[in-house]
């Protein structure tokens, strides 16, 4: 008589702890790898965060940093760290534009080459984020799915991620008029498509590869077109302007 515990056969019960263990194994070695790049990365980058933090300051009045408030795993605050990009008496939208008339002298470039996100190696660092994952967001837009969203706060939030590649263009692209509308009704829907597709695809090999186009994008300009049924990652081919259907990282105030 095959043996049971409660009412799981016991042969499944074994494959279950199996599977939970090798899922916590996975989850420490992501754990490590994100302590180590992220360490090694902020001492190679140090110098540049020096330059950054020091050109910030003599930029404009107000501090070098920003703190987002954003929901982070398990719904917990996260007070997620940048560069402050924005005067400090700037108001609006959560949302901003390629040209957003917020930005300081160096905010624009600040924004355009992702060099506002450095800081958030300080987040990976602390165990709010990951350097692969979900992008956190803005409180306001989780409670307008917060089914969806119970899903995709189970697991750190990332630096990058799939929807942040698939995405890049977002500040460019979203309707000037209503960016908020927009986004909400246009651009949303499809992050928590992939975010949720990366949770249950989620690998190393998925991580290094987000990675590596992460730095293409970055180093190279070369974005990234990613598949929406496998979260297969490949070179994008141009668009024509009047079509735009993939669009990034959401340009947030800070």
């Avoid at 933090?53 to 996260?78: E, T, Y």
């Avoid at 624009?108 to 060099?115: N, S």
């Avoid at 992008?135 to 409670?143: C, I, K, L, S, Y």
Wanted: aromatic share 6%.
């Amino acid at each position: 008589m095959r043996r049971r515990i409660g009412n799981v056969p016991g042969s499944a019960h074994a494959d279950l702890s199996r599977r939970l263990r090798e899922s916590l194994a996975a989850l420490e070695r992501k754990r490590v790898f994100d302590i180590v790049v992220a360490v090694v990365a902020l001492i190679v980058l140090s110098p540049l965060i020096a330059l950054v933090a020091l050109v910030v300051k003599l930029d404009s009045r107000g501090p070098v940093f920003f703190r987002c408030s954003r929901v982070g795993r398990n719904g917990r605050a996260l007070a997620m760290l940048k560069f402050r990009k924005m005067r400090v008496e700037a108001a609006g939208p959560p949302l901003t534009a390629a040209d957003d008339d917020r930005f300081t002298r160096i905010g624009g470039l600040l924004a355009r080459t992702k060099l506002d996100e450095i800081p958030q190696l300080w987040n990976v660092l602390r165990g709010d984020m990951s350097l692969v994952g979900p992008r956190p967001e803005d409180p306001a837009f989780v409670g307008l799915h917060p089914e969806a969203f119970a899903e995709i706060l189970q697991v750190r939030p990332g630096i990058t991620g799939l929807s942040q590649l698939a995405f890049v263009n977002e500040a460019k692209v979203l309707a000037a008029d209503d960016r908020v509308r927009d986004y909400v009704e246009r651009v949303l829907p499809q992050k928590i498509a992939l975010d949720r597709l990366y949770i249950e695809s989620r690998s190393l090999r998925m991580d290094l590869q987000i990675l590596a186009w992460t730095f293409a994008r970055i180093g190279l300009r070369t974005d990234a077109a990613v598949h929406r049924g496998t979260g297969r990652l490949t070179a994008r081919r141009p668009r024509r302007l009047e079509a735009p259907t993939a669009v990034a990282d959401t340009g947030r105030s800070g």
